[in-house]
């Protein structure tokens, strides 16, 4: 391969790996735009999610890649396994949220962010409890369709992958820009007592930032499984960073800023890869975080927050 | 509609704390059907304590808040707005970073979508025509004096029975606090009562039907506008760059 259908191949893998990062990363930022806090646990509902999604494709008769699928059985049992993985994921979410955060809702300090960190460990442990710890075999009903283009391929996978990452971030951008309880959402997010005051109840809109979140989540999950074929008790861990990351490179709390941070990761994980060395990603990932904080504190696309009395 | 001749809004014997600070001791205020009724007093006496308490931001340890008669204290802030109760807040507290016109929709928040809710978008169109100028814009970007008038715009749009407003004065060039003033009385004369929280004294004790002044959390004074301002107490402490010398 020459030089440029590399880089080329690179950019196609950062997209698809950006695009995973992208769904989880909006997670973060929707709790955190309105609560203010690191949901950590994230990193593990997007764990859990790799699994419900492979058991709910083995649920409708899958198992590894040997049963691979065309035309309309594809499209159904892929947008059945998305719906089914983001529903369960979301509820997750949702109860974390109602159970384990809501009582501690109006304790000060970072109380809240290290029970994130608990219920994280808790997801982890019962998977690895239930499951064990090797590798799972994820099944993937795609047939091998490439695509060339100047050089580099095109998997079938990928753009998979794109479509459900944009379609789901078009429906996440219409939810919040022109729904009523998007409307709610983004108002809680730029002053809560307000939106308390114009008759919000936020812990509604607490809810929805958290069952959304957690549906993105289990969608990356799917992906996940369906880009590397396998998932296991681990996998939250790197996959969970590297997105964190992308929401605070992109601006904590604010949403495009979150697709555009995962993209980014993804891109300097895949060129970073290639031309540094694949065990050098996070090192160049994390570096390139350090620098953006350190000239642009509040990340690409975030402004820095007034002061609020 | 239960005691529809009682007050509209009225506190009993309320107390309220932060933490261990007791902001409001004590307070008794009735604000009657139809009535502009201000609230006066220095920094730190309990006045935006007791828009939260109306609001039902923080809730009393004791005392009652009836709003038509009902007890509300125990009620969350969005039942309160949906039983008639919006808020000009401090410093206006406008959504900035979503549209005037979003701002709008975020006061009718209560209210379902429909012929209803685009009547009121007018009915505030037609009383502030630079809030319909601005209706794409930001409302960040607005001027302190546009925001005010989109903050009032906002609380008309839950079709509220009484709105409380914070200091809706403050902030503001000289022209624009004459206008807002002018417009609080042109909203009241429309049946809407206000409890007015003001720290222009001389301004509000002109529009004011009655006052109540407090100091350190207590009620020391309340009376109709013009008992305060004949008040000698209330001239020096709260009128007392404003007042013209009497001519020899």
């Not at chain 1, 895949?270 to 390139?288: E, T």
Request: charged share 15%; proline share 4%; aromatic share 8%.
């Amino acid at each position: 391969m020459t030089t440029a259908s590399l880089l080329l191949q690179q950019l196609i893998n950062g997209l698809s790996l950006g695009a995973m990062y992208a769904l989880l990363a909006l997670g973060f930022t929707l709790v955190y735009g309105i609560l203010e806090l690191i949901n950590f646990a994230h990193f593990n509902v997007f764990m859990v999610g790799t699994f419900i999604a492979m058991w709910t494709l083995e649920g409708l008769g899958l198992s590894g890649q040997s049963v691979i699928l065309h035309g309309p059985a594809l499209i159904a049992v892929l947008a059945a396994g998305f719906a089914v993985t983001m529903v369960v994921t979301g509820v997750l979410g949702v109860g974390i949220e109602r159970f384990v955060l809501r009582p501690l809702r109006d304790v000060k300090g970072p109380a809240a962010m290290i029970t994130t960190i608990g219920v994280s460990y808790v997801l982890f442990n019962v998977i690895l409890l239930f499951v064990g710890a090797g590798s799972q075999n994820f099944p993937n009903p795609m047939p091998q369709a490439r695509f060339n283009i100047a050089g580099a391929v095109i998997e079938l996978r990928e753009v998979l992958i794109w479509v459900v990452a944009i379609v789901l971030m078009l429906a996440l951008t219409f939810f919040v820009q022109s729904t009523k309880i998007g409307r709610a959402m983004r108002a809680t997010a730029q002053d809560p007592e307000a939106a308390r005051m114009m008759g919000v109840e936020v812990d509604r809109v607490i809810m929805t930032a958290f069952f959304l979140g957690s549906a993105l989540a289990g969608a990356g999950g799917m992906v996940f499984g369906l880009y590397y074929n396998y998932t296991s008790f681990i996998v939250g861990f790197t996959a969970g960073l590297r997105a964190f990351t992308a929401a605070v490179l992109g601006g904590i709390g604010n949403v495009p800023g979150a697709m555009l941070g995962g993209i980014v990761i993804g891109l300097i994980e895949a060129l970073g890869s290639q031309f540094v060395g694949a065990s050098w990603a996070d090192v160049v990932i994390f570096s390139i975080l350090v620098l953006v904080l350190v000239f642009r504190p509040a990340g690409l696309l975030g402004r820095v927050a007034p002061n609020k009395s | 509609m239960p005691e529809a001749n009682g007050p509209l809004l009225e506190f009993e014997a309320v107390n309220t704390f932060y933490g261990d600070l007791h902001v409001l001791k004590d307070v008794c205020y009735i604000i009657g059907r139809g009535e502009i009724v201000s609230l006066l007093g220095g920094n730190a006496c309990g006045k935006s304590t007791t828009m939260k308490t109306i609001m039902g931001i923080v809730r009393p340890a004791s005392g009652a808040v009836r709003f038509d008669g009902v007890e509300i204290q125990q009620l969350s802030t969005a039942e309160r707005v949906r039983r008639g109760i919006a808020p000009v807040l401090e410093a206006r507290r406008l959504f900035p970073r979503m549209t005037v016109f979003e701002n709008l929709e975020m006061g009718a928040y209560i209210h379902k979508r429909g012929p209803e809710f685009e009547a009121d978008v007018e009915r505030v169109y037609a009383r502030f025509p630079r809030v319909k100028e601005r209706r794409n814009q930001l409302a960040g970007t607005l001027s302190g004096g546009e925001q005010q008038m989109v903050a009032i715009g906002r609380a008309l749009m839950a079709r509220p029975r009484m709105i409380c407003m914070d200091e809706p004065s403050m902030g503001l060039s000289p022209l624009y606090v004459e206008q807002v003033f002018e417009i609080i009385q042109q909203i009241n004369a429309d049946g809407i009562s206000i409890f007015m929280v003001e720290q222009n004294a001389s301004m509000a004790l002109q529009i004011a039907h009655r006052a109540y002044v407090l100091q350190t959390g207590r009620v020391v004074l309340s009376g109709t506008a013009k008992e305060l301002r004949d008040n000698p107490a209330i001239r020096e402490a709260y009128l007392g760059e404003l007042q013209v010398p009497a001519p020899a």
